[in-house]
T-cell receptor, first 115, second 111 residues
Framework: KAGVTQTPRYLIKTRGQQVTLSCSPI?????VSWYQQTPGQGLQFLFE???????NKGNFPGRFSGRQFSNSRSEMNVSTLELGDSALYLC??????????????FGPGTRLLVL | DAKTTQPPSMDCAEGRAANLPCNHS???????VYWYRQIHSQGPQYIIH???NNETNEMASLIITEDRKSSTLILPHATLRDTAVYYC????????????FGQGTELSVKP
């Protein structure tokens, strides 16, 4: 079974631009979570989507948004990019979002550089 | 939320067992302990999880103390490819897909 895929793998943008990242979960998985990883802050939770609805949200500004499609694929968007948004963006999928037992599987990440 | 404490770094000789400790003294009765690892610049990889019994899979063993205040991840025969940052995570019950990562332990396996 194919793992979580993320596109693009690398991206360079300039301040003020916006960016859209894509995540395709493992087949059959319905929950998708997004994380940001930076050297200073480590891995931080952005949000989670399940059945096209945002179920959880981390402590990030409204410039960070996401959505999930009926086939469980997810996109996240960052508007008005800032230098501090340079990071590795990770997507994780799990079978369903029923509490604490399901395991999340991560994709390889999209490395975003904002100049 | 239960927090975890891990040593920032550890070394292990290739072929020997790597024992990575984790303290989670405020863990609740229905919270699981999860372990992930992240090899440089890759996505975190799931290793194992458990509630109160010891667990073993093809990658590792997880030993949880009887009071559940601490656990140890054991890689029985470490290889150079096991060099990575290892994260111990206590899964918050009502937070759905939210994983809270700490700083982890940077394991260096040396020849």
């Amino acid at each position: 079974k194919a793992g979580v895929t993320q596109t693009p793998r690398y991206l360079i943008k300039t301040r003020g631009q916006q960016v859209t990242l894509s995540c395709s979960p493992i087949s059959g998985h319905r929950s998708v979570s997004w994380y940001q990883q930076t050297p200073g802050q480590g891995l931080q939770f952005l949000f989670e989507y399940f059945s096209e609805t945002q179920r959880n949200k981390g402590n990030f500004p409204g410039r960070f948004s996401g959505r999930q499609f009926s086939n469980s694929r997810s996109e996240m968007n960052v508007s008005t990019l800032e230098l501090g948004d340079s990071a590795l963006y990770l997507c994780a999928s799990s079978l369903f979002s029923s509490g604490f037992q399901e395991t999340q599987y991560f994709g390889p990440g999209t490395r975003l550089l904002v100049l | 939320d239960a927090k975890t404490t891990q040593p920032p770094s550890m070394d292990c000789a290739e072929g020997r067992a790597a024992n990575l400790p984790c303290n989670h003294s405020t863990i609740s009765g229905n919270e699981y302990v999860y372990w992930y690892r992240q090899i440089h610049s890759q996505g975190p990889q799931y290793i194992i999880h458990g509630l109160k019994n010891n667990e073993t899979n093809e990658m590792a063993s997880l030993i949880i103390t009887e009071d559940r205040k601490s656990s140890t991840l054991i890689l029985p025969h470490a290889t150079l490819r096991d060099t990575a940052v290892y994260y111990c995570i206590v899964r918050v019950y009502n937070q759905g897909g939210k994983l809270i990562f700490g700083q982890g332990t940077e394991l260096s396996v040396k020849p």
